[in-house]
């Protein structure tokens, strides 16, 4: 099932400013892509049109997921609740029963690995902790389509790639969709099963790469010799996109 498809897709802003321009972008069920590109490129905007947060000047977005989440870079805890009660958050907003939202809170909490911080408030917790808090909140929609805009970028690279090997897991358990934006070229490779390479403004694509590694994936990974020699050809043509 086509979870998001975008054809010939371009915005321009009220100012004059073209961000987007001709972009095609397909993503399956159990399809990880990784976009990757120059700051202002319009990586951030392409997430706001894939969620309906703006719409296009030009071309058409269609959206086949039933429900998706949004994961930014600022995990956004309430402070004056608990973990469980920030992860129960998102539930709590569409209407679900207590009783529905604590059960999938728990799973969720549980999925990421803080069942017990449940109880604490989030100024207790480290940045990598209150990402993962963000993570569990967006797991109890259930969603088919997940939106990550550099939800990693704020920590430091311990952080991020234990963070990286907990997302690769939960998208080899679950097989969700996602489109997941980032800085990292060794992050986009060793998350997804495509990478896209963006031009500088107005974005358009350079290059789409298949990714052929299985999931699970080991963090040794990263240090392996094809793992290497694909990033290089991602890096390669990022370089070559930025003038």
């Avoid at 990402?131 to 970028?153: K, Q, V």
């Avoid at 070229?185 to 998350?191: G, H, I, S």
């Amino acid at each position: 099932m086509t979870l998001l498809r975008m054809v010939d897709v371009g915005l321009r802003f009220p100012d004059g400013t073209e961000a987007l321009q001709g972009m095609d972008l397909s993503v399956a069920a159990g399809q990880f892509v990784a976009v990757v590109g120059p700051s202002g490129c319009g990586k951030s905007t392409l997430l706001r049109l894939a969620a309906g947060l703006a719409a296009p000047s030009s071309g058409e977005v269609h959206r086949g997921a039933d429900e998706l989440a949004y994961v930014f870079q600022d995990p956004a805890l309430l402070p004056w609740r608990t973990v469980r009660s920030n992860v129960e958050l998102a539930a709590e907003l569409r209407g679900l029963s207590k009783a529905e939202r604590r059960d999938r809170a728990t799973q969720a909490l549980e999925l990421v690995g803080l069942t017990e911080f449940a109880g604490h408030r989030p100024g207790a917790l480290s940045g990598g902790m209150r990402m993962r808090a963000s993570l569990a909140r967006s797991l109890t929609l259930r969603p088919d389509l997940f939106l990550f805009d550099e939800p990693f970028g704020a920590l430091d690279e311990i952080s991020r790639e234990r963070l990286g090997d907990e997302v690769a897991r939960l998208f080899g358990e679950r097989g969700f969709g996602a489109v997941f934006v980032t800085h990292s070229v060794t992050e986009a490779v060793f998350l997804s099963t495509r990478v896209i390479v963006l031009s500088e403004r107005p974005g358009r694509v350079l290059g789409d790469f298949p990714v052929p590694f299985d999931y699970p994936r080991p963090p040794r990974l990263r240090f392996d010799e094809r793992f290497a020699h694909l990033a290089g050809k991602v890096s390669e043509c990022l370089r070559g996109g930025v003038q």
